[in-house]
């Protein structure tokens, strides 16, 4: 298909279409949107998208993406700094902070355990975790991952991995709905998951 | 009762367009050889299994020269009507919607249509290989319970998964320590979701299996006996009988979880799991006897039967419903005495759609309809 259009529109289309969730008719679809519209618009698109990119890093604490070091989260200091909630991804976070229920710090591992896509503990942010919780003063770890089984073996693979550290390990609830994605739970249902929460000592 | 109001056909495979509206009872679709009347009762089937019972490739069912097809149907289960359209493409795969709203899961769609189909093809659930018994299962359990399906889907996930680490694991030699570490949480969910899995399965095996026991005295033989087990690849099943759902999970729990202990070097060095629900197999038997080895083919085709009758009558005891019959091409295997015993054991409240090449195969009664179908066209009701 992009080989009708002019070589410059066929590359922005196919530089669209390795986004997320863009096939080649969205892409196509924003190519033109772009194109058609004041030039403003695209410069102050194209240099938000290098300015996120150039400034955005990783918290050198908890690996939440940020624009300063350490994050607002971990640099607030009137959080409880004794409770560290480890999710998969940044969003987990912002739908986190929604529910209004939680005023611990995070932990964000990139990821989930998922060996078919070659993905293992190396390539998620564990050894920091494992770092973090031998120097501070962290009582508690809870794991959030979603309930899926990539999910639930990661909040395994933890649980068995911090057991030895003599930290408190738990695991929220099942309140959520089974297979669904953490930042798609309303929020009520995530502060009863939360609230639920349960100690993970045997396994 | 559950009751097929409207189907519509829309490039399925030998139908351009179709548009049916059956009667609440009893539907003769007759027609010669070739005709289309398996294709009309396999497109009734896939919105109730949300596949077809005689391919796994979606694309065969595409009328040949076009690009995909589609199936819909106004259903009632009991007063709740529902309508059900299923859209596949050949390059965006297969759809679903249920009361216009597009269904992102499968599992969400299935179960909303109950049926049962019987074909001439059943022997396979004797003679064939174990796969056709546990799609057997699966389907049926699964047209009921949207947590089977999660469960089974769940399940074939980790597996895939667990095999995958094992595969690495005897690659790279790791050490104890690691392979544990690694494999644990994935074996921890195999016997838990496995449990879940097999538990359901032996529950409702003892429910089927006395139907089609009772199924087969009233309709077949009532000197001989039809007994349906579960053959498990990881354990006896001694001891587990009186147990009731939960506690029968918890027995299947610690069993799986021994036997993916005890196996684990052995899957090591094969690099796959072999213990689980996914090895499990069903043995029929006639008289007490393994019908694969011992049953005459006369009795073989009386068990498919009595099985099938026994499905219909266990989805009844679970939805509370009786779910659509399609019966292929099943009366003319029959004697005159055994087609009346089956269409009275089956027929009376249910809606019931059956092929024949004859007319005189079928005995109507008062109600019902009778279509003609012709070169992928169908016309009636002729009576
Ligand atoms: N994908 C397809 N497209 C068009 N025709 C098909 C397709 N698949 C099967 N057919 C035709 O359907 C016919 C078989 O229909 P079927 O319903 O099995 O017959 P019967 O009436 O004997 O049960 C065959 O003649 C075959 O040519
Ligand atoms: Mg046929
Ligand atoms: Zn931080």
Redesign the pocket.
């Known amino acids: 298909m992009p080989a009708f259009f002019a070589p410059s529109m066929a590359r922005l289309i196919e530089e669209l279409s390795k986004l997320p969730g863009i096939g080649p008719k969205s892409a196509q679809r924003l190519a033109l949107h772009l194109v058609k519209g004041a030039e403003e618009d695209v410069r102050s698109l194209a240099e938000a998208l290098m300015d996120a990119k150039t400034t955005v890093q990783h918290c050198s604490i908890c690996s939440n993406l940020t624009d300063s070091d350490p994050c607002e989260i971990c640099g607030d200091g009137s959080r409880r700094e004794d409770l560290v909630c480890v999710v998969e991804d940044p969003s987990d976070v912002v739908a986190m902070e929604r529910t209004r229920d939680y005023d611990g710090l995070y932990h964000v591992l990139h990821g989930l355990i998922s060996p078919m896509d070659g993905v293992g503990p190396d390539e998620l942010r564990v050894k920091n975790l494992l770092d973090r919780l031998r120097e501070d003063e962290v009582q508690e770890v809870i794991l959030a991952t979603d309930p899926t089984v990539e999910g639930e073996a990661t909040a395994m693979y933890l649980a068995r991995l911090l057991r030895p550290l003599g930290v408190k390990v738990t695991r929220i609830a099942r309140g959520l709905p089974e297979g669904g994605d953490l930042d798609y739970a309303d929020e009520a249902t995530l502060s009863r998951a939360l609230r639920g929460r349960y100690s993970v000592d045997s396994g | 009762m559950m009751q097929l109001q409207k189907l519509t056909l829309k490039n399925y495979?030998?139908y351009e367009s179709l548009d049916l509206q059956p009667d609440r009872h009893v539907n003769v679709l007759v027609?010669r050889?070739?005709?289309?009347?398996?294709?009309?009762l396999e497109s009734i089937h896939y919105l109730a299994a949300g596949r077809s019972h005689r391919t796994h490739r979606d694309a065969?069912?595409?009328?040949?020269g076009e690009q995909g097809f589609f199936i819909s149907a106004i259903a009632c289960a009991g007063t709740v009507r529902h309508t059900i359209e299923c859209a596949y493409d050949d390059s965006r795969g297969k759809s679903f919607r249920l009361n216009g709203v597009a269904q992102k899961r499968l599992s969400n769609v299935i179960g909303t249509v109950n049926a049962v189909i019987f074909s001439p093809d059943d022997l396979y659930l004797i003679k064939g290989g174990p796969e056709g018994r546990r799609a057997l299962m699966d389907t049926e359990i699964g047209q009921i319970s949207r947590g089977y399906r999660r469960a089974l889907a769940r399940y074939s996930r980790v597996l895939a998964q667990r095999n995958d680490i094992l595969k690495k694991i005897s690659r790279s030699r790791s050490s104890g320590v690691t392979a544990e570490l690694m494999s644990a949480p994935w074996e921890e969910q195999l016997a838990d979701i496995g449990a879940r899995i097999v538990a359901v399965r032996l529950v409702m095996l003892r429910r089927w299996g006395e139907c089609a026991q009772r199924m087969y005295e009233r309709v077949v033989d009532s000197q001989e006996t039809l007994t349906v087990r579960y053959k498990c690849s990881f354990s006896a099943l001694d001891g587990s009988l009186e147990l009731s759902l939960p506690d029968l999970r918890e027995w299947v729990r610690e069993k799986l979880s021994g036997a993916l202990e005890e196996a684990r070097p052995r899957e090591i060095e094969r690099g796959y799991t072999l213990v689980g629900p996914q090895r499990d197999d069903l043995q029929v038997c006639v008289n007490g006897r393994d019908a694969r080895r011992f049953a005459s083919q006369g009795q073989q085709r009386s068990a498919i039967l009595a099985l099938r009758i026994g499905e219909v009558k266990w989805m009844q005891q679970e939805t509370g419903r009786k779910p659509l019959l399609l019966l292929?091409d099943v009366m003319s295997e029959l004697d005159a005495a055994r087609a009346r015993r089956l269409s009275t054991s089956v027929g009376a409240e249910g809606q019931t759609f059956i092929?024949c090449t004859d007319l005189s195969e079928v005995d109507l009664g008062d109600t019902g309809a009778i279509w003609e179908?012709r070169d992928?066209e169908v016309t009636g009701p002729v009576k």
């Open positions: 495979r030998s027609g050889n070739a005709a289309g009347k398996t294709n009309l065969e069912l595409v009328r040949w292929d092929t179908i992928g």
